[in-house]
């Protein structure tokens, strides 16, 4: 969550907000996947911190779109995308937290972060193939949002 405001430097003037984000978005990928790492090594994993790991990591992508996005080097659609589909994952999270249900994050969700990290770092070393692997991502996105989807309506109908 620290480095969430940071984003907000890519809008500015200064001369090194490129090198500035690209050293931000790289320890925000480094630290979100050592802490999880860490915490399952440790055996001191829970569910309060995986969803403050959950809600850290989207603040901090999010911004990130949201900046690119307002600066015209990714197009908004591509950010809108990605943003209602967190919102929605996020309200079936605390849905099923509510009825005392956890829906672990899958693998295909945790690829889709490490490649729209891979996007974000591709866009600010300014190389041409970056909106791929965004795009990728993307698609991912999409992938995992049915995925949740889907193991969401089953905690549903059992409900029932």
């Given at each position: 969550m620290i480095f969430t405001p940071l984003t907000l430097v890519y809008l500015t003037d200064?001369?090194?907000?490129?090198?500035?984000?690209?050293?931000?978005?790289?320890?925000a990928g480094i630290t979100d996947f050592l802490d999880g790492y860490v915490a399952r090594a440790e055996g001191k994993t829970s569910y309060l911190g995986a969803v403050h790991d959950f809600t850290a990591d989207k603040l901090f992508v999010l911004s990130a779109l949201l900046v690119f996005s307002v600066a015209g080097v990714i197009?908004?659609?591509?950010t809108f995308v990605i943003l209602y589909r967190e919102i929605i994952v996020?309200?079936?999270?605390?849905?099923?937290?509510?009825h005392k249900k956890e829906i672990k994050a899958t693998i295909v969700g945790k690829y889709k972060t490490a490649i729209l990290f891979a996007g974000m770092i591709a866009?600010?070393?300014?190389?041409?193939?970056?909106?791929w692997i965004i795009y990728l991502s993307l698609i991912l996105t999409v992938v995992s949002f049915i995925d949740y989807f889907l193991k969401f309506r089953l905690v549903i109908l059992a409900e029932k």
């Open positions: 200064w001369e090194h907000k490129e090198v500035f984000l690209l050293i931000t978005v790289i320890i197009p908004c659609w591509v996020m309200g079936m999270r605390i849905y099923t937290s509510f866009l600010l070393l300014d190389l041409p193939f970056y909106m």
